[in-house]
Nanobody, 129 residues
Framework: VQLQASGGGSVQAGGSLRLSCAASGRAAVTYAVGWFRQAPGKGREFVATITWRSGSRRYADHAKGRFSISRDNTKSEAYLEMNSLKPDDTGVYYC???????????????????????WGQGTLVTVSS
C-alpha cells in the first residue's frame, strides 16, 4: 500500500474532522503530498497540498481559512485539519503525492491532478445541515 487515508466520518455543519495520510514506498519519496476531493456526481477537485521538504502550503479558495494541511516527515504522514465544515464539503477525500521538478514547477501546477501519481483509496466525509 503506497498511501493510506483515514479519518473521514459524518459531522454536522460547523464541525471538524482531521484526515490522516500515511505514505510508504515510492509514494513517500515524492515532492509534495496533498488532498483532492470528489463530491457525488462531480469531478475531482483540489483541496490542499504541502511539500515534504520545505512545508510550502497551497490551498483551494474553498479551503482557505478553514482547512489546514501539515506533514510529519519522520512518519511520512500528512494531515488535513478541517474546521467549520459545510454540507458542500461532503465527498470522498483522496490523499495523493506528486512529483514536481522544483519550487517554481510546484507553485505553477500544484492544483493539477495530473501531476499527482500516487493516490490513496479515499475516505468519505459527510457533512449534514
Amino acid at each position: 500500500v503506497q498511501l493510506q487515508a483515514s479519518g473521514g466520518g459524518s459531522v454536522q455543519a460547523g464541525g471538524s474532522l482531521r484526515l490522516s495520510c500515511a505514505a510508504s514506498g515510492r509514494a513517500a519519496v515524492t515532492y509534495a503530498v496533498g488532498w483532492f476531493r470528489q463530491a457525488p456526481g462531480k469531478g475531482r477537485e483540489f483541496v490542499a497540498t504541502i511539500t515534504w521538504r520545505s512545508g510550502s502550503r497551497r490551498y483551494a479558495d474553498h479551503a482557505k481559512g478553514r482547512f489546514s494541511i501539515s506533514r510529519d516527515n519522520t512518519k511520512s504522514e500528512a494531515y488535513l485539519e478541517m474546521n467549520s465544515l459545510k454540507p458542500d464539503d461532503t465527498g470522498v477525500y483522496y490523499c495523493t503525492t506528486g512529483s514536481f521538478n522544483n519550487d517554481f514547477d510546484y507553485t505553477r501546477d500544484y492544483f493539477n491532478a495530473g501531476r499527482y501519481n500516487y493516490w490513496g483509496q479515499g475516505t468519505l466525509v459527510t457533512v449534514s445541515s
